[in-house]
């Protein structure tokens, strides 16, 4: 059974003092972010949140479930007429989820570099992004494109240089 919009709308609104809180939907029921963060699902018209210490000692009545089958058991929270208790809920529970190496790989993946020359290697942490695509584009044409089999072959191939992955690339178009 789908979750009903208004729900999930609630939800939502009584959750809304902890943070910038929005929703995803997701194959009927919804995932449930703070400040970008997932903290939580909405299934079944049901409330889950994920299970950290600090939200269980926040929780009046700790309920392990799972939001649908196959899922790790999360806190079910029952109690959702109460917007204070949900906030201090949402509040407990998100310092656990952003954890400093979360926000490291973040970091790292903000100061990538693009490569100056074909002559650099590839780096294993590799990020196919619109600069790279730019980078490519001004040794391959205009008309190039991330392909899935090119960004397997980049991510297997870390230690190469982009010399070879424009030849590799090369291969794979026909050019």
Partial sequence: ???????????????SGAGDITVRKMMGDYCIYCNGVLFGLICDNNFYVKVTEAGEAVLEEVE????????????????????????????????????PKARSRKQARKNRQVPISL???????????????????????????????FQDWLHRNAGLTYRDAVEAYK????I
């Fill in 119 to 149: 002559d650099e290697v590839i780096a294993p942490d590799l990020v196919c992004s619109q600069d790279l695509r730019a980078f490519f584009q001004q040794h391959l044409g205009p008309d190039f494109r991330f392909k899935v089999e």
């Fill in 1 to 15: 059974m789908a979750c009903n919009v208004d729900f999930v709308q609630f939800i939502v609104d009584q959750c």
């Fill in 64 to 99: 392990l479930r799972q939001p649908y089958e196959g899922a790790k058991d999360y806190f079910y929270v029952g109690n959702v007429d109460n917007r204070d208790y949900l906030e201090d809920i949402v509040k407990a529970t998100l310092p656990e989820l952003v954890s």
């Fill in 171 to 174: 291969q794979f178009v026909q």
